[in-house]
């Protein structure tokens, strides 16, 4: 007995036809759990007196299913008390969690979800004779690790676990050995190169990863050594003299799971880790998972946890990854480096300075080339788009230079190769100095600036030849999005308005080790970069305030209220980054480290209008040895309009702002600390006015206390509209066409009639629905044919009957007047379908109800139902429902 529910992901970014949508649904499950397999947290012996002799939590929670005849099988147990006391287990029959959620001592049961394999936004295999990379140093400038490392302050002594894909210890610059006295020193394999997030894990007690690669980057960000070979460029870790734990949890490709991610926490929890960093994740929007609970509560306890916001920043908000949801997680953002690695040509014949060009690598091209343009104008609007002249000489051992503009790259190329050219260089005409796509062809985009130099020499009768020099012709060139948050980083906040992500450390084009087999050193962009410098910043924390719980504890407030604010745009004034994206701001360690003014809570949560919290209080230390006089101020960063208006679409990214922003008075404005002193400010925060709350807009913004060089500020977080009023599934027609929800039938039309499936072959009816956002409950139900109700989504109106009224929905069986026949699927915090680089959406095909029972022969409708964010789950007013034409069931 097996749920047979199959689900499928489409990625396209067009709207489609549905029929062209339908045929290609692959039946492939991908719902973000593992069917059947779930994790129970039970009480502590010490939370039930009275039951102490019957032994071990684990013991007690198997006699209690036993006694409930419920079949099931134990995975894992986890026992650490204070964390997370529990067990994984298969159930026979999922529809025994409601049962298993009533047996005594049972806290909470919830689904194993999986893990994507962590993958980088953009991945390089480097070596150190390739010119032009960026170092760290521009990474540690821009934090203020610079400056801790010139005071010997490298993170000896701190412990910090990476759980990730392993690491590749043999790397020289990583210690170039395993166990105790060495950098890596210790950790754990817990799931072999095999491991797929399906098979059984082959656990061994050596993490090493030579296959993947992922995690000794990471390691590498925190602890790369000194003096690596990369001549002048240093590529040095964070806090390269703490000491590193490998936890293996991934094998050579595929993902993990919760279950895997939590048994790797506790295990570095229970080898004194001080800081524990995971580069992984999944987008759900939601802080409820096991993984990211027992982040968190290690997190409570002064252990510090980093984790990454994750890199779907194209699809706009609401959308920051599980386990960094975790609530006293600290969920990393990424900002881009402050240098692009480029390349620069050398000119003869005129005096120039090397003229760079957008390449990391040197263009392949040998010797000295003459230069010839393909036109003399240098405000041509279509050079070289049209074949060029019969009277154009063979241009084999040119190099050609050519004016960007309307017709692609490849179109010039190919005019100019059918003159046997095999070398151009493109000049820009002002769209924008960045990579371009040429196919095969060897040619690079120069600035306009220096290709109108050499057009206008040219015409004025100068030869110029030019060289690619293969090796000394790297440029740092300054970022035009240096500093800025990169646009893969996730925004949040969480559906239950949690500050997420936290902070952001620099992520984008980071140089770091990589396993020897593979490379060793690789150039990686992404949130899983950024993380580690956060716990390697964490370490360099430790290392000067000491180890100790307290101190682990205030990490987060230290780097948020000392972090600085990111703006969209380094050039024309725009607004500040939305906080749903920067956090707090680029950590500036050094700052954090040797503050001395404490601002606390750092964090300013104002949640929905329904739950507004309108006016905030934080405290302001005064920790230095003089007397200070702080004034307050306020600014506000731009606000996320999150949802397209005129639409229930969550809007993608990069998210538009808005300054409408909101208003903040202070109780005092201006107060003076003595050393040791502390003051509270109470800020009244009015969310913006005259704004439409159906896009949902999310206001943030700093609040400064400022006393000379001293500042530092609280940053909040509001939405100007009610969660509630969110709609959850699509009903609309936006994406396929189609009003959905919809089931479709065996040819995949939508059905509209009653209509009889006998499950031979193609021959199921398929329901598909989108999330629109994420929801609390999500149930299906079978109900009776004749069922006499409205859902609230129901365009296709099958009566007009009143609307039902139920009990609570976790309750199964029968609710007050709906009769339910059976449940199709029950899944608690369902985080929405993507509409950014992947619409998805969500199919499921059954034969079975959610306990794998066959459904018997006969007429059915399917009852869906979502609970609205911060609804109340016994109010049927606060579901949308939708219900679906009569399916017969003819097997
Ligand atoms: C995982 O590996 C097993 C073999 O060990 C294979 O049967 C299964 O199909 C793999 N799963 C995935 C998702 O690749
Ligand atoms: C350039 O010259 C080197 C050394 O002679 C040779 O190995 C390489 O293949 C040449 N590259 C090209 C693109 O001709
Ligand atoms: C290209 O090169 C070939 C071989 O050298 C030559 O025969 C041909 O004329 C050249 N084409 C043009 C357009 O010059
Ligand atoms: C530059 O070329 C692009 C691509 O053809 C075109 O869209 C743009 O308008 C041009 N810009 C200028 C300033 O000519
Ligand atoms: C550009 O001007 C130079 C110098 O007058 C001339 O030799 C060349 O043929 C011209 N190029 C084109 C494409 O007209
Ligand atoms: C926001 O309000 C909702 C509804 O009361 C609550 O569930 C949620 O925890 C609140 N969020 C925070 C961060 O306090
Ligand atoms: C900054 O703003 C300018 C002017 O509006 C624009 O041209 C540029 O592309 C923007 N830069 C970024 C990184 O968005
Ligand atoms: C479906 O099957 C039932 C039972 O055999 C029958 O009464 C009904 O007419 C069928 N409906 C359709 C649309 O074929
Ligand atoms: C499974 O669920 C259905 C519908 O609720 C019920 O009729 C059936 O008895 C259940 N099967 C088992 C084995 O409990």
New binding site residues.
Partial sequence: MRVTFSVALLGATSVWAATAALSGVERVTNLPTVSNKFIVEVAEASDIPSKRSLGTPHERLYQSLRERKISFDVRKEYDAPGIFVGASITLTDAQDVANILRAEGVVAIRPVRTYGAPVPVSHKIVSPGDAGLPDSESTHISTGVDKLHAKGITGKGIKIGIIDTGVDYTHPFLGGGFGPGFKIAGGYDLVGD?Y????TPVPDSDPLDQCFGHGTHVAGIIGCNPGNPFNIRQVVGVAYDATIFAYRVFGCT??TTDEVIVDALLMGVKAGMDILTMSIGGADGWTEGTASVVSSRIAATGTIVTIAAGNDGASGSWFTSSPGNGIDAISVASSDNTVIPLQALTVEGVTHAPIVYYDTFPLPVNGTLPLYATSNDTTIVDDACNPLPASTPNLAGFCILIRRGTCTFVTKLANIAAFNASTAVIYDNGSGFAAIEVGDFNAVLIQAEDGVFLAEQLAAGVSISVTFPQSGGSVNFPAPTGGLVSTFTSYGPSNDFYFKPAITAPGGSILSTFPVPLGSWALDSGTSMATPFIAASSALLFAVKGKSAAVGKTARTLFESTAQRIPTNLTDGGPFQTVTQQGAGLVQVYDAVFATTILSPAELILNDTAHFAGPQRFTVMNTGNSFKTYTLSHIPAGTAVTVDPGTINVAVGPVPLSTDYASVTFNTDKFTLYPGQTHQVIATIKPPKGVDATTFPVYSGFIYATSGNDSVHATYLGLAASLENKQVIDNTDFFFGIDLPVILDSSGNVQDAPTNYTFVGDDAPTFLWRQAFGTPIFRLDLVSPNIKLTGTLNTRSSNDAPTFSFAHPHNGGTFAQVSILGPLLEIDYLGRNDEGDSLDYTVIQTNTFANGTIIPSGSYRVLLRALKVTGDPTNEADYESWLSPIVGVAA
């Fill in positions: 095999a797929n997030g399906t098979n595929g993902d």
